[in-house]
């Protein structure tokens, strides 16, 4: 309530007051006649004075209501004024998280001879759970995408962990199974509360072509070679939930000019307001629309899929992150 709410409602209070104890008054004087005779008078002003006492009590118990009132609008404004503060602190806190979290992830656009990349990261809160990583080594285009369960800080900080795990070790292993085994291993420890990770790797060959990856869990990705189709690649369990997992490593050759489109379940399972979900089928049906276009870029198929999963969840708010990145593998021919 605010400080006019609390003045009228005196104002109000008072007024009452004042014309309930004129009635009574008036009654009084109606009842008495125009004229007090003598030997009536001490009975007359006896009951007057009683009216004024009960006038004056009303007065005093609406003055105590009204203190009343102030009171508890001040604690309550001051209540909301910490909580407004408190909230700023942590809006303030998770901006930094955020731009933290941002800065730990590659460049969105990537070119060079063989490959280009463009991917693409949109949080459903503040800080997310999802993540993606690329860089060249030796010839080779390592590269990752990850979604951890839940949302929001938990899920950030776990992140964080998986992609500081993954930098280290695959700057010494090429294998994508043994990367994601030691990955596991090293997520399973003190997971007290049971959080896990879907994980794609994969080593890209930028000479050859070879592509050697390795799933755990995660979606499967679509790759446009000719035509639009879904990796075949065996699921195996997410990272974190038991040490002792093995991991199946695949193989396959990229022809020149396919395209890998990897993303998160943000993707496929953002629902529309009659709970219909986006689905596998829809992010086909994009590609291939993009496909028979004239730019066929990485950044045009990461825009498009965007355009369409928000406009299928049309003012559903966004319930998951989104990650999406897309690798066209274009070597030059000699």
């Given at each position: 309530m605010s400080r006019m709410g609390i003045v009228v409602i005196a104002a109000i209070m008072v007024e009452a007051i004042s014309i309930v104890q004129y009635e009574r008054i008036n009654r009084i004087m109606v009842e008495e006649g125009q004229v007090v005779q003598e030997n009536e008078a001490?009975?007359?002003h006896a009951r007057i004075q009683t009216v004024r006492r009960h006038q004056v009590g009303l007065v005093l118990l609406g003055l105590a209501a009204l203190a009343f009132m102030i009171r508890r609008y001040a604690l309550s404004?001051?209540?909301l004024r910490e909580a407004d503060e408190e909230n700023a602190r942590i809006g303030a806190e998770l901006k930094v998280a955020y731009d933290i979290q941002q800065s730990m992830l590659p460049p969105r656009q990537f070119q060079q001879d063989e490959v280009e990349i463009f991917a693409s990261l949109v949080p459903a809160r503040e800080v997310g759970g999802d993540l993606f990583d690329y860089y060249v080594r030796d010839g080779k285009l390592f590269f990752c995408i990850g979604d951890v369960s839940g949302k929001g800080v938990p899920s950030a900080m776990l992140m964080s962990v998986a992609h500081s795990i993954f930098r280290m070790v695959s700057q010494r292993i090429n294998s994508p199974a043994e990367i994601l085994q030691v990955m596991n291993e090293e997520l399973c420890r003190g997971n007290e509360n049971n959080m896990f990770?879907?994980?794609?790797?994969g080593c890209l060959d930028l000479y050859s072509g070879?592509?050697?990856f390795a799933n755990?869990?995660?979606n499967k990705p679509f790759l446009i070679s000719g035509e639009v189709s879904q990796l075949d690649t065996k699921a195996n369990l997410p990272l974190g939930?038991?040490?002792e997992t093995r991991f199946?490593?695949?193989?396959?050759?990229?022809?020149?000019?396919?395209t890998l489109v990897l993303y998160t379940d943000g993707l496929t399972e953002a629902k529309n307001s009659?709970?219909?979900q986006f689905g596998t089928g829809r992010v086909k049906e994009v590609l291939e629309n993009c496909q028979r276009g004239d730019d066929f870029s990485p950044e045009t198929l990461v825009t498009a899929l965007t355009e369409a999963v928000h406009g299928f969840a049309g003012s559903e708010a966004q319930s998951d992150d989104l990650t999406l990145m897309v690798i066209n593998y274009a070597p030059k021919l000699n």
């Amino acid at each position: 309530m605010s400080r006019m709410g609390i003045v009228v409602i005196a104002a109000i209070m008072v007024e009452a007051i004042s014309i309930v104890q004129y009635e009574r008054i008036n009654r009084i004087m109606v009842e008495e006649g125009q004229v007090v005779q003598e030997n009536e008078a001490n009975e007359f002003h006896a009951r007057i004075q009683t009216v004024r006492r009960h006038q004056v009590g009303l007065v005093l118990l609406g003055l105590a209501a009204l203190a009343f009132m102030i009171r508890r609008y001040a604690l309550s404004e001051q209540k909301l004024r910490e909580a407004d503060e408190e909230n700023a602190r942590i809006g303030a806190e998770l901006k930094v998280a955020y731009d933290i979290q941002q800065s730990m992830l590659p460049p969105r656009q990537f070119q060079q001879d063989e490959v280009e990349i463009f991917a693409s990261l949109v949080p459903a809160r503040e800080v997310g759970g999802d993540l993606f990583d690329y860089y060249v080594r030796d010839g080779k285009l390592f590269f990752c995408i990850g979604d951890v369960s839940g949302k929001g800080v938990p899920s950030a900080m776990l992140m964080s962990v998986a992609h500081s795990i993954f930098r280290m070790v695959s700057q010494r292993i090429n294998s994508p199974a043994e990367i994601l085994q030691v990955m596991n291993e090293e997520l399973c420890r003190g997971n007290e509360n049971n959080m896990f990770l879907t994980f794609f790797i994969g080593c890209l060959d930028l000479y050859s072509g070879e592509l050697t990856f390795a799933n755990a869990g995660h979606n499967k990705p679509f790759l446009i070679s000719g035509e639009v189709s879904q990796l075949d690649t065996k699921a195996n369990l997410p990272l974190g939930v038991f040490p002792e997992t093995r991991f199946q490593q695949q193989t396959c050759t990229l022809s020149q000019g396919t395209t890998l489109v990897l993303y998160t379940d943000g993707l496929t399972e953002a629902k529309n307001s009659d709970r219909k979900q986006f689905g596998t089928g829809r992010v086909k049906e994009v590609l291939e629309n993009c496909q028979r276009g004239d730019d066929f870029s990485p950044e045009t198929l990461v825009t498009a899929l965007t355009e369409a999963v928000h406009g299928f969840a049309g003012s559903e708010a966004q319930s998951d992150d989104l990650t999406l990145m897309v690798i066209n593998y274009a070597p030059k021919l000699n």
